[in-house]
Structure formats: C-alpha cells, structure tokens
C-alpha cells in the first residue's frame, strides 16, 4: 500500500482504527526527503498498516495540535492511541523495530495504563 496524504480533515478517521504511522514533513527538509524513500517501501511491505504523511507546510494546525517542532517525526497510533513518537530520520531496521514493537503492543495494558494515569492526575 502506498503512503496516503494526511489533512486535518481525514485525520480523525485515519488514526481512529488499527496501526497508523506518520511521517510529518516538508518538502524542503533534507532529512525528511532522505526518510521518504524508507518510509514508501515499508509501506509496501506492511499492507495492513496505514502509511501517512503529514504535510507541515500544508497542514500547519495539524502540526501545531501535535506539537510539532522538528522534523521529520514519525508518529504512530494504534486504535487512535499515540504509541510512538519521535523526530528524526531513521533507517530501515530502526523503523522495523518500531513497527514491531508496535504490532507486539497489548493494547488491554495500554488502556489500562492510560486510566491509571487519569485518575493518578484527577486525584491531584
């Protein structure tokens, strides 16, 4: 599967469901045009993982709401939960290891941790 266009408008429905990597970039960022070429061809051996990428100049809100201040970032979600966040380029064996540690997560653990963490924070 090829690498999709992300927008604000189709963001919500993309991360809502399964595991969804994003690459936030620009066009004029040499170690995200470096990155591209790694991110595709991982996209075309995971077919059952959505590949997206994030404009920064296009998609400046989105950037924003995510706090993004260097690039390129890899974010990814897993049923709509960020699981992985990280500026920088990396190489193929880096970005293999983050999609299985990823697919290995227990997603169960991870929300439970998640309400632990807000009743930790409501608590105070």
């Not at 066009?27 to 075309?44: D, T």
């Not at 296009?58 to 709401?65: K, M, Q, T, Y």
């Not at 997560?105 to 409501?122: K, P, S, Y």
Request: overall charge negative; charged content about 25%.
């Amino acid at each position: 599967m090829a690498t999709r266009q992300i927008t604000t408008d189709t963001f919500e429905d993309i991360v809502k469901d399964g595991i969804v990597l994003l690459d936030f970039w620009a066009e004029w960022c040499p170690p995200c045009r470096a990155f591209g070429p790694v991110f595709e061809k991982a996209s075309n051996t995971h077919t059952d993982i959505v590949f997206g990428k994030v404009d920064t100049e296009a998609e400046g809100r989105l950037a924003a709401a995510f706090d993004i201040t260097s690039i390129p970032t890899l974010m990814v979600f897993r049923d709509g939960i960020i699981v992985f966040s990280q500026p920088g380029a990396l190489n193929a064996s880096q970005l293999e290891r983050v999609i299985t540690a990823v697919r290995e997560l227990d997603m169960d653990d991870v929300r439970a941790q998640i309400a632990a963490r807000e009743t930790q924070d409501a608590g105070r």
